[in-house]
């Protein structure tokens, strides 16, 4: 029986368990990334583990999230991750160097191996044939100081391409597809893995597109094969012995296979407030549109602003547009300046803004009152632009440039001009003097913290009995937005007590006063949400920061896949209804006993809920491993000996 991409490289990684799909498995990890949003709690965590530096092949740690430096908190935290990438043998990537998926992908990645990341759009390097995963930040932190990465084997989906994208659609289109046919939730424990003869019509930076965006379907990661074009590719930017060929058997087995033809996809957007809200461009004509950005880890590769860049030379920006532009790398900034692009760009009326995930986490560019922005990003939740009354459509690089000629929403495939041919360059100009490189005499120097970074919370075992209070219900695809912004709140992710002051503020603004009342009180806090909790970002300040507020338990009727492990790592016990209907018969206020949970996690059992409000009971699981259940006994993962 033949393999699939996947299996060959999780078996070369296995390290405990078998490939069987729904068993958890434990890998070894090559390679990880961090950013400095989730990074700086993730290095403060790693070093409580005593280790004298990291065990991995390759660390990398970018600043590419808040760099927007307003006040001393995030400048500090960047001086912190400096010190302590020198100390511990770790690549610093500074600010401006660009977004950490861009850039690894250019600088590091290499086919077959395993890439963790506290990003959640790490699977961006599935694009040259790594196995790439996001994680929370603890878990990359394990994986920095030697332990292994847990994870359930996935079920391998086979996504067979076939067939030629026509003139104006893009690499975007084609993931906002498998959007529409997978949508945002149900795909967890999954990986889509790419074949077919339409896979060679496509290059690396649209390879990495589709699975950067394969994130918002849940799954665990994407991954394209590692051929001839990715060969070129890393050719092109002088790493070409990096490249090994990586494909599935003609025999692999699936899952099951979704054949998807190219030259059927036209233009599409994902309308608000949901990644997974699919329409095609044509429905939504007309449109006025009041901002246009361009960039983030999903869009801003050399092809992509190329592209635009042909596009929009010689014309203007429509005047009631705010355009911006935000190269993905200070390499492809580099390369499209000396090529002359970044002046048509200039000359059009864009805003070249730093190199950096900006607009994307709503850190800046926010657009105004009611606005319309269309935007080549990723997600477009409630209020993570920064506006909360902004309606955020997300499409690919040539829908947004007609966008920005007509200052409305307008099918490219309707403009009357040629659709411009991007040819990759056979050799980028490629410069590394943005990144400090560990040496043996650095390893000597003396952490820098500032006053905005304090140690993690303390943690406590899981109590017989959680006896509480359902402090919030949430509904469907609540993500890790609605639960904890990031935008201009993110300078304070490495202070805990700070930060908690934002939990579920979009949602509820008073939740945090609450919260804090009920923990003083000396209940407990719990959260009560529906299908596909804790969509989106792996940022696990999501799980912290409710634990810091007395949070115990999460109730939902499904969750996502890194949120689930944040949730356990730091103590939190997720609970599925048996009964979905159950969720109707509990509501904000409630006081709620959750019986002899610390036996019933201990032997593996059915919970009872008890509704001491309403005097009603229900049940409710609490699906983990053996491993995990030792975690939620101990009260987290840091309460847990060593780092396996």
Same mark, same amino acid.
């Given at each position: ?193 790419? $074949?077919? %003869?339409?896979?060679? @019509?496509? *290059? /690396?930076?649209?390879?990495?597109? !589709? #699975?950067?965006? $394969?994130? %918002?379907?849940?799954? @665990?990661? *994407? /991954?394209?094969?590692?051929?001839? !074009? #990715? ?414």
């Amino acid at each position: 029986m033949g393999k699939s991409i996947t299996q060959k490289i999780l078996e070369e990684h296995i390290v405990k368990g078998n490939f069987k799909s729904g068993k958890e498995i434990a890998i070894r990890i090559d390679q990880t990334l961090t950013q400095d949003a989730t990074g700086t709690m993730a290095y403060l965590q790693f070093e409580t583990m005593n280790v004298p530096e990291v065990k991995t092949e390759l660390s990398v740690s970018y600043v590419d999230h808040n760099t927007i430096q307003i006040g001393f908190e995030n400048a500090d935290d960047h001086r912190y991750l400096q010190t302590i990438a020198e100390k511990y043998g770790i690549v610093f990537s500074r600010a401006g160097n660009g977004i950490c998926h861009q850039v690894h992908l250019e600088r590091f990645g290499k086919p077959g191996k395993t890439l963790l990341g506290s990003d959640s759009h790490t699977p961006t390097g599935g694009g040259i044939g790594m196995m790439a995963m996001g994680a929370g930040g603890l878990d990359v932190a394990v994986a920095m100081a030697g332990g292994p990465f847990y994870i359930t084997c996935p079920k391998v989906i086979k996504i067979n391409l076939t067939g030629r994208l026509k003139s104006w659609v893009a690499a975007k289109d084609v993931v906002l597809k498998i959007l529409e046919i997978f949508t945002t939730k149900g795909n967890v424990g999954c990986v889509f893995e790419y $074949g077919g %003869e339409g896979v060679n @019509t496509l *290059s /690396v930076p649209e390879r990495a597109t !589709i #699975t950067n965006m $394969g994130a %918002e379907c849940g799954v @665990t990661t *994407s /991954v394209f094969p590692s051929d001839e !074009i #990715t060969r070129e590719f890393l050719k092109s930017q002088q790493r070409e012995e990096d490249w090994v060929e990586l494909k599935a058997d003609g025999d692999a087995v699936y899952e099951k296979v979704i054949d998807v033809d190219l030259s059927e996809i036209v233009p599409l957007a994902a309308c608000p407030h949901s990644p997974g809200n699919i329409k095609t461009v044509e429905e939504l004509k007309g449109m006025k549109v009041n901002q246009v950005c361009v960039g983030s880890c999903t869009n801003s590769s050399y092809k992509d602003l190329m592209t635009i860049a042909k596009i929009l030379k010689g014309k203007k920006a429509h005047p009631d547009v705010s355009f911006v532009v935000a190269p993905g790398s200070r390499a492809v900034l580099q390369n499209i300046s000396k090529n002359g692009a970044l002046g048509d760009l200039i000359d059009s009326g864009a805003r070249i803004v730093e190199s950096a995930c900006g607009f994307c986490i709503g850190n800046s560019q926010s657009p105004q009152n009611d606005a319309v922005s269309v935007r080549t990003s990723n997600r477009n939740f409630l209020g993570r632009s920064g506006t909360k009354s902004a309606h955020v459509y997300l499409t690919s690089v040539e829908s947004a440039a007609a966008a920005v000629i007509t200052g409305k929403i307008t099918d490219p495939r309707n403009m009357e001009i040629e659709c411009p041919l991007v040819e990759m360059p056979s050799e980028f100009y490629t410069d590394k003097s943005m990144f400090i490189f560990p040496t043996e005499e650095k390893k000597g120097i003396e952490i820098y913290r500032g006053p905005n970074i304090g140690n993690p919370p303390s943690i406590s075992p899981m109590p017989e009995t959680i006896d509480g209070v359902v402090t919030i219900k949430t509904g469907d695809k609540t993500t890790t937005d609605h639960i904890i912004p990031a935008g201009s709140r993110m300078k304070y992710r490495s202070n805990v007590p700070k930060y908690s002051e934002f939990v579920f503020e979009i949602l509820d603004p008073s939740f945090y006063e609450r919260a804090s009342k009920i923990r003083d009180s000396g209940k407990d806090n719990i959260i009560v949400g529906g299908l596909s909790y804790g969509q989106g970002s792996s940022r696990e300040h999501a799980a912290l920061c409710p634990m810091f507020l007395g949070v115990k338990a999460v109730i939902a009727k499904s969750f996502e896949r890194i949120h689930t492990a944040n949730l356990i790592n730091f103590g939190i016990v997720p609970l599925v209804f048996e009964k979905d209907g159950d969720y109707n018969a509990i509501e904000e206020k409630d006081e709620i006993e959750i019986l002899d949970i610390k036996k019933a996690i201990g032997e593996g059992k059915s919970i009872v809920v008890r509704n001491k409000t309403k005097g009603t009971e229900f049940t409710v699981e609490c699906d983990v491993s053996d491993r995990q259940r030792d975690i939620l006994l101990a009260g987290g993962m840091l309460a847990c000996t060593g780092t396996d």
